[in-house]
T-cell receptor
Framework: AQTVTQSQPEMSVQEAETVTLSCTYD???????LFWYKQPPSRQMILVIR??????QNATENRFSVNFQKAAKSFSLKISDSQLGDTAMYFC????????????FGTGTRLQVTL | DTGVSQDPRHKITKRGQNVTFRCDPI?????LYWYRQTLGQGPEFLTY????????KSRLLSDRFSAERPKGSFSTLEIQRTEQGDSAMYLC???????????????FGPGTRLTVT
């Protein structure tokens, strides 16, 4: 079974600064997907960024980028130029593209962006 | 694309009562997932449907839980004889088939927060 570990329960960053959220995972599979989801307070979860394991190039989406280290089974999220609207719970998730394609989530990191 | 909707958003019930939640996925999505999220934890997979067929159930889904997706559109999740340990946020998500473009991306609804007193 796959496991996802987020070791930072809470993080804080000042507006316009850069922050990195950590995620490690454990799997014996070679083909899989990794995701970062954002869950703002009292709002629904939305996808921030995704990475296919077979792609060596790190994914980027505007101010969001990942550092994917397949051998180390590490998948960190970097948020540049942090904005107040980035305040949310961030979940790292793993998916094996098998029959179910279900997501396995970490316990989340609560990010607070301050003035 | 009107997004995934869930009803109700909040439900308070007494222990031992039955509750039913509804999820309306994005209309062209074939797959529908249910997850449960307890306080301080990430969502955990409960079950999923491909069209009207329920293809996998987690061990978390005890006999008191049942889910349906009768016509491959909306889905219901029923909990019978609720217990305090059932208190959680129940999330629904939908996606296209895996081989479709971005078929791996799941779109989440706002969730139903269940409180069992």
């Amino acid at each position: 079974a796959q496991t996802v570990t987020q070791s930072q329960p809470e993080m804080s960053v000042q507006e316009a600064e850069t922050v990195t959220l950590s995620c490690t995972y454990d799997t014996s599979e070679s083909n899989y997907y990794l995701f970062w989801y954002k869950q703002p307070p009292s709002r629904q979860m939305i996808l921030v960024i995704r990475q296919e394991a077979y792609k060596q190039q790190n994914a980027t989406e505007n101010r969001f980028s990942v550092n994917f280290q397949k051998a180390a089974k590490s998948f960190s999220l970097k948020i540049s130029d942090s904005q107040l609207g980035d305040t949310a719970m961030y979940f790292c998730a793993f998916m094996s593209p098998g029959t179910a394609s279900k997501l396995t989530f970490g316990t989340g990191t609560r990010l607070q962006v301050t003035l | 694309d009107t997004g995934v909707s869930q009803d109700p958003r909040h439900k308070i019930t007494k222990r031992g009562q039955n509750v039913t939640f509804r999820c309306d996925p994005i209309s062209e999505h074939n797959r529908l997932y249910w997850y449960r999220q307890t306080l301080g934890q990430g969502p955990e997979f409960l079950t999923y449907f491909q069209n009207e067929a329920q293809l996998e159930k987690s061990r978390l889904l005890s006999d008191r839980f049942s889910a349906e997706r009768p016509k491959g559109s909306f889905s219901t999740l029923e909990i019978q004889r609720t217990e305090q340990g059932d208190s959680a946020m129940y999330l629904c998500a939908s996606s296209r088939l895996p081989l479709a473009v971005n078929g791996d991306e799941q779109y989440f609804g706002p969730g139903t927060r269940l409180t069992v007193t």
